[in-house]
């Protein structure tokens, strides 16, 4: 059974950065490639950016290039997104999300992840 | 950006009907490999996202056949018949056919 889990809910100052996880099992981490949306009240279902592990290769949406940072540990099976520079605009919940090749790359979700940014 | 926009925004209905949510592309969702990467997402409260139909009309596994999506170009639906309880939630529609992918404002499903 495909599952991500990802890491828990992070209260954050504005102008820090946050590190999310995305821990993947029951499937081999580097045959697929990771993608990770966002879902905010105002802006609604944004997809961020995709990473393939096993090639360490990312792709980004422009809107998120310079605030979103993918990466993939293959050794944990784990994929990660930072967000830097962090305004309220960034306050959402951030889900990761797994490709069914010739299917969609939105088949398999994580639980989400919510960052919420205040002082 | 391509820019979907569904109606309507919310559904009443009654348990047992039928529903029927439109979304429309700003452009043709036709790629140039000849696929149509337009897909139907449901979001049940308090869940993730999870995939109902992809490239128009193909229903990804487990999902029941009350679940018909239909179109081409750029204006789709999803058909649901015999709504019942486990249906209810918001609906999306999603292109991955140009570059940045999008998705549509959303559909809420609801109970009369």
């Known amino acids: 059974e495909v599952k991500l889990q990802q890491s828990g809910d992070e209260l954050v100052r504005p102008g820090a950065s946050v590190k999310i996880s995305c821990k993947a099992s029951?499937?081999?981490?580097?045959?697929?490639?990771m993608y990770w949306v966002k879902q905010s009240p105002g802006q609604g279902l944004e997809w961020i950016g995709t990473?393939?592990?096993?090639?360490?290769?990312?792709s980004y949406n422009q809107k998120f290039k310079g605030k979103a940072t993918l990466t993939a540990d293959k050794s944990s099976n784990t994929a990660y997104m930072e967000l830097s520079r962090l305004t309220s605009e960034d306050s959402a919940v951030y889900y990761c999300?797994?490709?069914?090749?010739?299917?969609?790359?939105?088949?398999?979700w994580g639980q989400g992840t919510l960052v919420t940014v205040s002082s | 950006d391509v820019v979907l926009t569904q109606t309507p925004v919310a559904q009443p209905v009654t348990l047992g009907d039928q529903a029927s949510i439109s979304c429309r592309s700003s452009?043709?969702?036709?790629?140039?490999?000849?696929?149509?990467?337009l897909e139907w997402y449901l979001q049940k409260p308090g869940q993730s996202p999870q995939l109902l139909i992809y490239?128009?009309?193909n229903r990804f596994s487990g999902v029941p056949d009350r679940f018909i999506g239909s179109g081409s170009g750029s204006d789709f639906t999803l058909k649901i018949s015999r709504v019942e309880p486990e249906d209810l939630g918001v609906y999306y529609c999603?292109?991955?056919?140009?570059?940045?992918?999008?998705f549509g404002g959303g559909t809420k499903l609801e109970l009369k």
């Open positions: 999300a797994r490709l069914e090749p010739v299917v969609s790359p939105f088949a398999y």
């Open positions: 029951g499937y081999t981490f580097t045959n697929y490639a």
């Open positions: 990473i393939i592990p096993l090639i360490d290769t990312t």
């Open positions: 452009q043709s969702l036709v790629h140039s490999n000849g696929n149509t990467y």
């Open positions: 490239k128009v009309s």
């Open positions: 999603f292109q991955a056919t140009h570059d940045p992918w999008t």
